[in-house]
């Protein structure tokens, strides 16, 4: 098992930044992927960014040339940072720790708790 605890999240103007933090209680080089995903009210859990083990990145098509995602294997954390923020960018946002399970590829995926940002002026 892993804990994964958010933070950075909050009240920021469109156009603003925002840099979320996600640490872990074990280590994350572990894992085959870490990333971010999204809930705004009423709708369903989407993919922000994600990170493999070996650095490879993937980003939601809204987010792409404003959100970075990093990750820091020695302290065990993963960073987003969010610029150019947009109304439509407000969401909880939740961490990732993503396994793969077995020879057939099934994974399993550890959840952070989330923390909201809010982006409106």
């Known amino acids: 098992q892993v804990q994964l605890v958010e933070s950075g999240g909050g009240l920021v103007q469109p156009g603003g930044s925002l840099r979320l933090s996600c640490a872990a209680s074990r280590s994350i080089a572990r894992f085959d992927a870490m990333g971010w995903y999204r809930q705004a009210p009423g709708v369903q859990r989407e993919l922000v960014a994600t990170?493999?083990?070996?650095?490879?990145?993937n980003y939601a098509d809204s987010v792409k040339g404003r959100f970075t995602i990093s990750r820091e294997n020695a302290k065990n954390t993963v960073s987003l940072q969010m610029n150019s923020l947009k109304p439509e960018d407000t969401a909880v946002y939740y961490c990732?720790?993503?396994?793969?399970?077995?020879?057939?590829?099934?994974?399993?995926?550890?959840w952070g708790q989330g923390t909201q940002v809010t982006v409106s002026s």
């Open positions: 990170m493999t083990s070996g650095g490879s990145t």
């Open positions: 990732s720790a993503t396994r793969v399970v077995n020879v057939e590829g099934a994974t399993y995926t550890h």
